[in-house]
């Protein structure tokens, strides 16, 4: 039986990416939020509080949750790339998808800030040098410096694993 909770598997880093792996990475990252809003189109508000397995996130947070997260990626890019290996703030996510924005906020927020957010954050490592993916973030949680060639993989991974959270969820349940 699959692993509700990662129904992509986990994810390895293949890396260091070759400037070709790196373009479809990039291009995966960019058209994500449409692939978002491709899933949910026609979902009911009960489907939408529905969770995507037992014990689980409803798909509702876990498109906020992706928000919330991809804005973090975006400021933890950021900072690596002006600064020499910063500390991060980790963040509660759990905690965060329970907080009363995820409840009463359209998610056609959520997706407009993801569409956005991805342009600009796809234009960031377009326009990266090669040196630029070897720069590094501190996270304080896994008391690991992350290069970022790793969180280009990694969140590419990140929004087809929640966007596979969806789809499986909607193939299992018939809509």
Not at 25 to 42: C, F, N, T
């Amino acid at each position: 039986m699959q692993d509700l909770r990662y129904p992509i598997g986990l994810f390895v880093y293949e890396g260091p990416y070759s400037p070709e792996q790196r373009s479809e990475l990039i291009k995966s990252i960019l058209h994500v939020p449409s692939q978002y809003r491709q899933a949910l189109e026609g979902l009911s508000e009960q489907q939408l509080n529905m969770p995507y397995r037992e014990g689980g996130w409803t798909v509702r947070q876990v498109v906020h949750h992706v928000a919330d997260s991809h804005m973090n990626g975006y400021v933890r890019t950021k900072l690596a790339l002006t600064e020499a290996n910063p500390s991060i703030k980790p963040y509660e996510e759990a905690r965060w998808a329970d907080l009363g924005d995820t409840f009463e906020t359209p998610l056609d927020v959520s997706l407009s800030l993801l569409e956005a957010l991805h342009v600009r954050w796809v234009n960031v490592f377009k326009t990266m040098q090669e040196a630029d993916y070897q720069k590094t973030f501190f996270h304080p949680g896994s008391q690991q410096s992350v290069t970022l060639d790793y969180q280009l993989g990694n969140y590419d991974w990140h929004g087809r694993h929640h966007l596979a959270h969806v789809t499986r969820l909607k193939e299992r349940m018939g809509w």
